[in-house]
């Protein structure tokens, strides 16, 4: 069974960091793209970062070019996204996703941006 | 960037009853490798979005099949052919076609009567 967990997300001062991690079981995390999807709260789906299988191709949103970036430790069945100078805009639920076209999610993990 | 635009924002339907969501595309999702890649979700209250259609017409594993995608080119439609009680929740339409970046519909509410 296909299983994916997000975790790093908090409250955070605008203007801090934060780093997400997706630990992956039940598959084999290094043939497959990974990506991170938000949705702030009540509203809806928006892709935030993909990555390649080995790491070497990394796509963002441009609302998040040269703030986040995406990376990911094979040896580890792992994905993270580190987050940088962050806004209020920034808050959602961010999910981690399995493949190009989104064939598995995870729980996601609240990130609030905020004073 | 491709704008998916879906339509109704809401559906009330009356449990046993058809329910159809469109999803309108601004530019064709035929891929140059003859693939549209035009995928659906739900997302029921309080869950993770889970996919259910991939590529406009292929069922993902255990769901039902009351549930069906069709389409082509700039429009595209998932049908609930009896809706359940289970089945509330929000639909999204996402297109991997032409990316980055990828991009979502605004979803649809589907609720009961």
């Known amino acids: 069974e296909v299983q994916l967990g997000e975790s790093g997300g908090g409250l955070v001062q605008p203007g801090g960091s934060l780093r997400l991690s997706c630990a992956a079981s039940?598959?084999?995390?290094?043939?497959?793209?990974m990506m991170w999807v938000r949705q702030a709260p009540g509203k809806g789906l928006e892709w935030v970062a993909l990555?390649?299988?080995?790491?070497?191709?990394?796509y963002y949103v441009d609302s998040v070019k040269g703030r986040f970036t995406i990376s990911r430790d094979n040896a580890q069945n792992s994905v993270y996204l580190q987050m940088n100078s962050l806004r209020a805009e920034d808050t959602a639920v961010y999910y981690c996703?399995?493949?190009?076209?989104?064939?598995?999610w995870g729980q996601g993990t609240l990130v609030t941006v905020s004073s | 960037d491709v704008v998916l635009t879906q339509s109704p924002l809401s559906l009330p339907v009356t449990p046993g009853q058809p329910a159809s969501i469109s999803c309108r595309s601004s530019q064709s999702l035929v891929h140059s490798d003859g693939n549209t890649y035009l995928h659906w979700f739900q997302q029921r209250p309080g869950q993770s979005p889970r996919r259910l259609i991939y590529k406009v017409s292929n069922r993902d594993s255990g769901v039902p099949d009351r549930f069906s995608g069709s389409g082509s080119g700039t429009d595209f439609t998932l049908k609930i052919s009896r809706v359940e009680a289970e089945d509330v929740g929000v639909y999204y339409c996402?297109?991997?076609?032409?990316?980055?970046?990828?991009?979502f519909g605004g979803g649809t509410k589907v609720e009961i009567k």
């Open positions: 039940g598959f084999t995390f290094g043939s497959f793209w």
């Open positions: 996402m297109q991997g076609t032409h990316w980055p970046p990828y991009t």
């Open positions: 996703v399995r493949g190009q076209w989104g064939a598995n």
């Open positions: 990555i390649n299988q080995d790491g070497s191709e990394k």
